[in-house]
């Protein structure tokens, strides 16, 4: 991977960025970033096996990662210069960061208006959502993969169900709604129970969404043929109860493509199911994201191979306008799919990126 640490685009053989591209964050292929992804920590408690190895990753060191400070300056910077309308903290688990609701009011401070959302693996949730709420976080998406105690910790590594129910219980409690389900669907495992999470789901009013498993665990066991796709998902749901249509609503960039759920046989619409299917039927045309790292870099693509580091810039006396000079420099370059100029996960020309979901900020 490589990280450009500020050189000129042309001296380090990257494509320059055209004054006509504009003060926001345009790429080469006509898309325009407008949301934000910042993972707040490395660090995670869970060992999720299609993210993290079982005896999780080095760490970054406390200097290496981003201020409270940093944070609330970048989003600021972002919003303010560089047309960024919608933010979301991520991790690694952002729950296991200090200060993170003190990052939450101070960016609510500085942007009254901005939706601000949270995506967690629900662990500690139940003792945190109410302060979250309160600090003025918009929205929040829990990660559980499955309802069965014994198969959740063989997913996860960690036997913590119950406590991930009980932090969705409390996020919507407090009202962090509408609250987002992830559950990625390893064959196998946790497949079959694709009908059963639907069913819990449109019951307590949440949007599950199904993740296709995409080449980015620490363990590199993805393979192509063992992945379970949105096809797939599908005629799970149908075979298991279940009947979807398309949702009428703008997709508006959105990873996940929204289905109505109505109970098979007719009736009225239960609910909405999202499948999110990054390998088979890829959103990457449409992509509006930019992703700062925890250690503050920019990555353009979720697949890249490329990072520009911010960080130096900020703890170097750099301004404002210095900073979104470098972040508009980084998104230009982002390439047009999966890391490359083409889609294709998987794919013989397709290299998996050095660092994980984890590492990244999912
Ligand atoms: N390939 C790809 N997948 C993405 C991207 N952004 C999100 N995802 C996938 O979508 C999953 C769910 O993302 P969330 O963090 O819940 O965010 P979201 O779906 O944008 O959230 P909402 O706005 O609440 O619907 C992530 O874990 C990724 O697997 C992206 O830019 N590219
Ligand atoms: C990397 S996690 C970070 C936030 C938090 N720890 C969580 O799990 O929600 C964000 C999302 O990425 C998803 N994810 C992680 N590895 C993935 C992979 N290899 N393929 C698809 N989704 C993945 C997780 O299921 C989770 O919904
Ligand atoms: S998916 Fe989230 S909870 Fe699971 S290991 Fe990765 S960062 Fe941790
Ligand atoms: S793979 Fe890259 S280009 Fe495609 S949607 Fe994700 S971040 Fe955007």
């Not at 198969?151 to 996020?171: H, M, Q, S, Y």
């Not at 996960?345 to 290299?351: F, N, R």
Request: glycine fraction near 12%; charge should be positive; include cysteine.
């Amino acid at each position: 991977m490589s990280v450009n640490l500020g050189l000129p685009r042309v001296a380090a053989g990257l494509p320059q960025r055209p004054v006509s591209a504009g003060s926001g964050l345009m790429d080469r292929f006509g898309r325009t970033a407008t949301d934000l992804r910042i993972s707040l920590t490395d660090k995670c408690n869970l060992r999720c096996t299609y993210c993290m190895p079982a005896e999780g990753l080095d760490w970054l060191a406390k200097d290496q990662v981003l201020s409270d400070e940093e944070i609330v300056r970048l989003v600021r910077i972002g919003v303010d210069r560089l047309g960024i309308r919608e933010l979301r903290l991520t991790g690694g688990e952002p729950l296991v960061r200090a200060g993170l609701t003190g990052i939450i009011a101070a960016i609510r401070r500085n942007h009254p208006g901005l939706p601000v959302s949270l995506t967690t693996n629900g662990l500690g949730l139940d003792k945190k959502a109410q302060a979250l709420k309160d600090a003025g976080l918009s929205r929040i998406n829990v990660s559980m993969d499955s309802l069965h105690p014994e198969t959740f910790a063989r997913l996860t590594r960690r036997p913590f169900l119950d406590r991930v129910l009980r932090g969705i219980e409390e996020a919507d409690r407090v009202g962090l709604g509408l609250v987002k389900i992830n559950a990625v669907l390893m064959r196998g495992i946790n497949d079959h129970e694709a009908p059963a999470l639907l069913d819990w789901a449109v019951r307590r009013g949440f949007e599950l969404r199904f993740i296709e498993q995409m080449p980015l665990d620490a363990d590199h066991g993805w393979t192509r043929e063992n992945m379970v796709t949105a096809a797939e998902i599908r005629a799970l749901l149908e075979a298991g109860g279940f009947d979807l249509a398309p949702d009428p609503r703008r997709r508006d960039g959105a990873p996940a493509e929204r289905w109505q759920v109505r109970r098979s046989g007719g009736g009225s619409v239960v609910g909405t199911v999202g499948i999110i299917a990054s390998v088979t039927e890829p959103f990457c045309a449409d992509c509006r994201r930019t992703r700062i790292t925890a250690e503050g870099r920019v990555r353009s693509c979720l697949f890249s191979h490329e990072e520009t580091d911010l960080r130096g810039l900020l703890r170097g006396g750099a301004t404002d306008e210095q900073v979104a000079g470098r972040w508009r420099e980084a998104m230009w370059a982002k390439p047009k799919a999966h890391g490359m100029d083409h889609t294709g996960l998987g794919d013989a020309d397709y290299v998996q990126p050095e660092r994980t979901m984890s590492a990244i900020g999912g």
